[in-house]
């Protein structure tokens, strides 16, 4: 094959399994294949430049930037369309089709339907199948040019394929970034200081106005089509819905939701179908676009100034609404974060009352320069709680007050501090900076305790049965319990006397409160409420640490070698037990009787003398370098002991290498924080030079890698329990029977899973199997 033919059988091949991939959703070959192609096209172009073409798919990269936009004429205008606000309108909208029509309203009247996708209008221009410009809506006459920007879209063609296309055809359709484009952008925007996009909506516009097509590369953008504009030297189908299926076979994406009902009862209930899915969908839309399906009787039904008539959109509630923001309060949360919350004038938006909005934090009010009396933009996108996006400054008053932080907590009047938050990568690097504002109260503040208590207590944490956030109200506001230790001193009496209480109800939660001493290593580390601990992160301190004397004392070095955890949470999990008042309320409880039903199950993670090289920070010294340097050396005391001459012997290590090691070695303090650290990976049998062989965390575990399901019930121990036992020896434990479980454990009245679990030849276990295998493991599973 020439090399001609070599590139165009891979260009071929990449367009279809993008047309696969981005129109059709139905992917015939695995990412990595399409990669492989994508390299090879890459490097034939790049061997052979004189053979590259505009619309080769390695084009969609984004090029230099443009001096301007040019304008451009619209040869067939972009029109809009009217709108329909509720049933009435739409009943009143088919009235007048079927009147203009000469048919009765009953007559079955076909309509195609879309979604109202919330994006850019924009006009694609192809000639002989090849994309020559790409257009904003513009005023409906005048756009812009974007061929640049929209070069970049995976959904918008290059080439048309197939055959049979007009020699000119326009195609016109919605450029829009998907609800998850959005967030990952915004999240994005926020860790780097820079400014959120309001919407996806202007996310798309503001994508499509760059400049620089590079730019609107890396933007999350699809594009839809929803008609034609120019069509010469060809025919199209006859209906709308046609159409759009035979645009669909050159090459463009078409949106799934498109239907063809009848009649106005058929529309309607359209509407409510995608109603009822609209917060589900990945894009956002703000409606629905009916539109008569026939193009002889849309030719008959012509326009009236700048809208067919026979089309209309039929909103849905807007997700934006303007109020008035009346007053910030401060709330403050579990951890003592103190945090502005916004009330508002109640307002109807995104199809509920909404008179308090979060703000974050006061980074978010500066941001928004949001004050008390403003006018703002209230959004309430799916179930999402509501936001202030943004302040109408035009009509702000004169009395306007600008929001402060109180000097005193609002709830127990203790100082509110001050906190720098740095976000560091895992790498060091240091990502944000913030400020955020903590009472000092701590278990003194009752919005702190009761927060605290309602989390230690919560199902994935102690577990206990019955305490829920009334009773929890009730406790801290009389002041029964100051602290969680205080829980297991509670009295069955003093329980009685709680609103809501009775006698069988008390005994029972002081049983609750009595089982719940007992606990597996990780709930106790997930109740304590450590900040960015969850219940992933205290597993893996219980399992790899595997006591709580190692997890109070582990130096952030040590932590940030255990699998996900950074070294920004390694800081909090230190910071933690370092601080007198946690480790107090630790031992209370401790002294009231926890203990831990697992404290011995430790797995054998290691680090070797390599990372522990890594981790010194010595300038010129990166995962190579420190790999020389342990193969070398071989022991840290060598290591320590290495002089100038020494150094230079070790294998290919650069000039400044040996002066950071040098500079290393000089200086005490680090010597001494080494080997302090190297101390402790031995205390934790994490050290590279000990006995057992290097094994992975996980692997070391004796379930380490199977899949196990619970099903039916168990009658000698709870499922959570149950749970519990099985993640403590490595398992992992899942809700659903495939072909990758490997076991399942069924209790009495098990019905789908242990079926399936039968089919597949998957291995059972009854409960009293299940115990018996525990025991193998050292676990006394009976209650
Ligand atoms: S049809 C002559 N279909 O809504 C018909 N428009 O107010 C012209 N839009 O500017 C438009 N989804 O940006 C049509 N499925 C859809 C649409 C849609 C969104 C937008 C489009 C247009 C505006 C009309």
């Not at 990669?35 to 172009?45: A, N, S």
């Not at 004189?50 to 080769?56: K, M, Q, Y």
């Not at 002081?510 to 007992?518: F, L, P, T």
């Not at 022991?635 to 040098?662: C, Q």
Request: glycine share 8%; with cysteine; aromatic share 6%.
């Amino acid at each position: 094959m020439s090399i001609d033919q070599e590139i165009a059988r891979l260009r071929e091949a990449l367009n279809l399994h993008n047309y696969r991939y981005y129109v059709l959703d139905d992917p015939t070959v695995p990412d990595a294949e399409y990669d492989r192609l994508f390299r090879q096209l890459k490097q034939l172009e790049k061997d052979h430049p004189e053979l590259i073409t505009p619309d080769s798919p390695t084009q969609r990269v984004g090029a230099a930037p443009l001096a301007g936009f040019t304008q451009v004429n619209h040869e067939m205008p972009m029109l809009s369309l009217g709108n329909a606000f509720n049933e009435e309108d739409m009943m009143a909208f088919h009235q007048r089709v079927s009147k203009e029509l000469g048919l009765a309203e009953s007559a079955d009247l076909e309509y195609a339907c879309e979604p109202k996708l919330d994006g850019i209008a924009v006009s694609l221009l192809y000639e002989e199948g090849v994309l020559v410009r790409g257009a904003t809506r513009g005023d409906g006459s005048t756009g812009e040019d974007i061929t640049h920007n929209v070069r970049t879209i995976a959904t918008v063609p290059l080439r048309l394929q197939g055959e049979g296309f007009p020699h000119r055809l326009e195609v016109r359709g919605e450029i829009y970034m998907p609800k998850s484009g959005f967030e990952a952008f915004n999240e994005r925007a926020r860790a780097s200081g820079e400014k959120p996009f309001v919407n996806p909506r202007n996310a798309a516009a503001g994508s499509l106005r760059q400049l620089d097509s590079r730019l609107t590369a890396q933007r999350s953008l699809e594009m839809c089509s929803y008609s034609v504009g120019i069509v010469e030297g060809g025919q199209l189908p006859a209906r709308h819905a046609d159409i759009l299926k035979q645009l669909q076979q050159w090459g463009f994406k078409l949106n799934h939701l498109l239907e063809v009902v009848t009649g106005v009862e058929g529309c309607l209930d359209y509407y409510r179908r995608i109603g009822e899915l609209r917060n589900q969908l990945p894009f956002e839309i703000d409606g629905v676009v009916f539109k008569v399906n026939d193009l002889v009787q849309q030719q008959k039904l012509g326009f009236i100034s700048r809208a067919p008539r026979w089309a209309i959109a039929h909103k849905f509630p807007a997700q934006e609404e303007m109020t008035l923001l009346r007053d910030v309060e401060f709330q403050v949360g579990r951890t003592g974060a103190v945090t502005p919350v916004a009330r508002l004038e109640p307002v109807f938006v995104g199809g509920v009352t909404v008179s308090n909005a979060t703000l974050h934090n006061m980074d978010e009010i500066a941001r928004l320069d949001v004050r008390v009396g403003d006018s703002v933009i209230v959004r309430r996108a799916g179930d999402v709680i509501p936001q202030i996006v943004k302040v109408v400054t035009e009509r702000r008053p004169a009395d306007a007050k600008l929001v402060e932080v109180p000097a005193h907590c609002p709830v127990c009047g203790s100082d509110v501090e001050r906190v720098q938050i740095v976000k560091r990568s895992k790498s060091g690097a240091q990502l944000t900076q913030g400020a955020a504002y903590r009472c000092v109260g701590r278990l003194s503040c009752q919005a702190q305790l009761q927060q605290a208590i309602i989390h230690f207590a919560s199902r994935k944490a102690m577990e206990i049965d019955g305490l829920g956030e009334k009773i929890v109200e009730q406790l801290v506001s009389l002041q029964l319990v100051r602290s969680p230790a205080d829980l297991y001193r509670l009295k069955a009496e003093q329980l009685k006397g709680l609103e809501g209480f009775a006698e069988l109800s008390a005994s029972n939660l002081c049983r609750a409160i009595e089982a719940s001493k007992q606990v597996a290593l990780a709930r106790f580390i997930y109740a304590l409420g450590i900040p960015d601990v969850g219940e992933e992160t205290a597993r893996v301190l219980a399992q790899s640490l595997g006591s709580l004397d190692h997890i109070k004392v582990a130096l952030p070095e040590i932590l940030s070698w255990l699998p996900d955890i950074g070294l920004e949470v390694a800081g909090e999990i230190h910071n933690f037990f370092n601080d007198d008042h946690n480790i107090r309320v630790i031992d209370e409880l401790q002294a009231e009787g926890i203990s831990f039903t697992d404290q011995s199950a430790m797995a054998g993670l290691k680090v070797t003398f390599a990372e522990l090289i890594e981790r010194m920070e010595i300038s010129g010294v990166a995962k190579v370098g420190a790999q020389r340097l342990a193969a070398h050396y071989k022991s840290l005391d060598a290591l320590l002991a290495a002089s100038f001459k020494s150094l230079d012997t070790v294998e290919k290590l650069s000039a400044r290498a040996i002066n950071g090691v040098m500079d290393c070695l000089e200086d005490a303090e680090r010597v001494a924080r080494i080997r302090a650290i190297e101390a402790q990976l031995r205390d934790f049998n994490m050290h590279w030079e000990s006995e057992q062989p290097a094994e992975t965390l996980i692997k070391a575990l004796p379930l380490a890698d199977k899949v196990y399901v619970l099903t039916g019930t168990l009658e000698q121990m709870a499922r959570s329990k149950a749970k519990d036992y099985l993640l403590q020896l490595g398992a992992k434990v899942t809700g659903s029977v495939s072909k990758k479980t490997d076991c399942v454990v069924a209790g009495p009245g098990a019905g789908s899973k242990l079926t399936k679990a039968q089919e597949l030849n998957i291995p059972v276990l009854d409960e009293a199997g299940f115990i018996e295998m525990l025991s193998e493991y050292g676990i006394d599973g009976v209650e």
